[in-house]
């Protein structure tokens, strides 16, 4: 695997885990817009705005019942 392909990758990866965020917190009720709208753009951050999420938001929202 060459340099150009792990970069690739490693790109691709932090995509998914972007979109997996913003899914995530589509779906989870904050207590207000304003938060959800705080962790919407920590997750936009690039590389480490997914990886904070997950480590310090994910666990935050309540998941709403649909």
């Not at 972007?18 to 919407?40: E, H, N, P, Q, V």
């Not at 480490?48 to 935050?60: Q, S």
């Amino acid at each position: 695997m060459t340099t150009a392909h792990l970069i690739v990758a490693v790109g691709v990866l932090f995509y998914l885990f972007t979109c997996i965020s913003f899914i995530d917190i589509a779906r989870k009720d904050f207590g207000s817009m304003g938060k959800k709208a705080l962790w919407a753009f920590v997750a936009f951050l690039p590389f480490i705005g997914p990886v904070l999420y997950f480590i310090l938001g994910y666990k935050t929202g309540k998941s709403r019942n649909i």
